[in-house]
């Protein structure tokens, strides 16, 4: 059929299919959702960066803060290293593609996270191992699309359901993003039953080493409302030299 | 209402077909041993169910924070522990009261951490009944000396004396770490602990999970199981354990106490389907009886006897008729019963399995021997099973003589 359509029909038919793209990105400025992939992935991260941050847990019965030095190559090397508390002082945390091993200076010991725990708690916060390796990239492992407006905050909605044959917690992230996309404000995270299984807001945005970005997440639990964790970077430096030897295990077990 | 002249006639007339008598006899005394027989297997297998489940792990009675039950979070903790667990002792009834800790971690022994769940507990109270029963003194844990599950245990390759990191998270949550030493290996029954336990002291354990005086459960183990819900009110109504869930096993393990209720109504179904039976024996060697001597019967009509006293009469022979029928079967059962008690009976054989395999409630394989035994209440109800359905059986044939028409009767 295709084959005898006059060219210039078709040419008309590929158009309109392009400028459609789905009923909702025919609204007036419309985000461009693979640029906001790309600014989500790397938001934080750079090809070499160093950051401090702050993480606090928030609990019914108390609230505890950890400060961390955190060393990163893009997306697929971390190294977290506890600075404060005393208590918990060099307890380290190594990244590299899917592994993650957690070194213990109290006994001196590297322990390698097995897959099974990688939807547990990460240092008793409410972000989960899984989150920390960060093994979900929404330009490769999500489809985004363009909802449309959004009331409360007010934004573009863009919703990104995970692509058939991913592996990951999440069936669905949906995003509310600034008027020109270039800020997170809310993320909502969807179980397999599709319900919201925990919302992350983003604020304090400020420039921190050259990008305009949010340096504080709260990540709020649905089904424990008395509960949240809070993750604030101190500062970044997005152009540091970091050698790979950075995320060997010897460096992990090196004393600090 | 039954005179003394009656009963010798009735008990003369049961001679004479002894044969018939004897076949009678023998079927309502099979009745009752097999009325007694299942009654006491039972009892049997409930206990040693019951006891399989409440023996290691659940106990009689449990004490937990509010939302332990659901949510099985470390933070969700009894505190002032020896305090209660005084108070507990003090209770009448109760055995044993300790204190226990759960909560997940990960175990490693070189750098592959697995999953573990760590339980703290009364070393010394649960090793004469409870978890640690049948553990060799030496290995018992103490200091920081564990035990781990059999399967647990093969699956990471360790043995005694092996050196094994425990990290996990403190009530605080803060990161809890510490190294302990393999002090043996628990072969449980409980298959959580089994596959993936870690046993503990207590005090180990408050002080790695920082939780000093605090634990996430009491156990408390009554004298008599069969009191734990009482028990439970009681402890629910002391000082201080009113913010707290007191639950007795029958309300922790629903499904077992639905078993256990279910077991003695099909008791009580084996025993009407057994009566049923007993009464047509009755009622079929009872007719016949009285179809045989009704000349016999008439005459005595004839020179006197009322229709009343035939009726006694005739209903008199078919209780003695059960009686002796239900004392011999009672013998036999009670032979039986206390036969298979001192010998035992395996549990996987009744189960219709020759290999051997154990049956598995609640993660607990229960195994081994079980051992019959029966209660008063199981005999009484033979006896007075027997004795009413002795009278009914008998009433149609009773009835049919006292309308005997007396001449009709002689003349036939």
Known sequence: MTARLPLSMALALFALAALGGGGAAAQAGAPDVDALSDRLDTMWTSSASIARIELTVARPTGTRTLRMRVWTHGNQRALVVVEAPERERGTATLRRDRSLWTYLPRVARTMRIPPSMMLSSWMGSDFTNDDLTQSAQYRSDFVGTVVGRSDAPAGWLIRYVAREGVVGLWRRVEFVVNDDATLPLVARYFDRRDRVARVMTFDEVRPVDGRTIPTRLVLQPTDHPDQHTELHYLDIDFDASVPESTFSLTELERGR | ?412
Not at chain 2, 98 to 111: C, E, G
Not at chain 2, 316 to 322: L, P, R
Not at chain 2, 329 to 354: E, H, P, Y
Request: glycine share 10%; hydrophobic share 50%; proline share 3%.
């Open chain 2, 1 to 412: 209402m039954l005179d003394a002249t009656t009963l010798r006639i009735a008990w003369r007339n049961l001679g004479r077909n002894k044969r018939r008598m004897a076949l009678a006899v023998f079927a309502i005394a099979l009745a009752q041993l097999a009325v007694l027989w299942t009654d006491g297997l039972m009892n049997g297998w409930i206990d040693s169910t019951v006891h399989a489940l409440t023996g290691p792990m659940l106990g009689h009675v449990q004490v937990h924070a509010p939302r332990w039950e659901n949510e099985h979070a470390i933070e969700q903790t009894v505190d002032h522990v020896d305090e209660r667990l005084a108070a507990l002792r003090a209770l009448p009834g109760v055995e044993h009261a300790s204190a226990r800790i759960y909560t997940p971690a990960l175990v490693a022994r070189d750098t592959d951490a697995r999953a573990a769940m760590i339980i703290g507990l009364d070393v010394s109270g649960e090793s004469t009944s409870g978890l640690l029963e049948g553990v060799p003194r030496d290995q018992l844990p103490s200091g920081h000396g564990v035990l781990v599950g059999a399967t647990f245990a093969r699956q990471l390759g360790l043995s005694v004396g092996d050196e094994l990191v425990v990290l996990g998270q403190s009530v605080d949550g803060s990161i809890a770490n510490d190294l302990f030493t393999v002090s043996g290996i628990l072969r449980t029954p409980v298959e959580e602990v089994d596959r993936r336990g870690v046993v503990m002291a207590l005090a180990a354990a408050q002080e790695t999970f920082a939780m000093p005086d605090r634990a996430n459960e009491l156990t408390l183990r009554a004298h008599d199981a069969s009191s734990a819900d009482a028990l439970a009110a009681r402890v629910a109504a002391l000082d201080g354990f009113d913010g707290l869930d007191v639950q007795s096993y029958r309300e922790l393990a629903p499904e077992l106490t639905e078993f256990v209720d279910m077991a003695g109504a099909y008791g009580l179904i084996v025993l009407a389907l057994v009566m049923i039976a007993a009464a047509a024996g009755v009622a079929n060697t009872m007719l016949m009886a009285t179809f045989e001597r009704r000349r016999e019967l008439g005459m005595m009509l004839a020179i006197g006897a009322s229709p009343a006293r035939m009726v006694r009469m005739v209903i008199a022979e078919a209780v003695v008729t059960g009686l002796v029928g239900v004392t011999v079967g009672t013998l036999l059962g009670a032979l039986l019963v206390f036969w298979q008690s001192r010998n035992g009976v395996d549990i996987a054989a009744l189960g219709g399995s020759s290999s051997g395999s154990e049956l598995a409630m609640y993660g607990v394989a229960v195994a081994g021997e079980l051992h019959p035994w029966l209660r008063f209440s199981d005999v009484a109800l033979g006896f007075v099973g027997v004795t009413l359905v002795s009278i009914l059986a008998a009433l149609w044939p009773a009835l049919h003589t006292a309308r005997l028409e007396p001449v009709q009767a002689m003349r036939s």
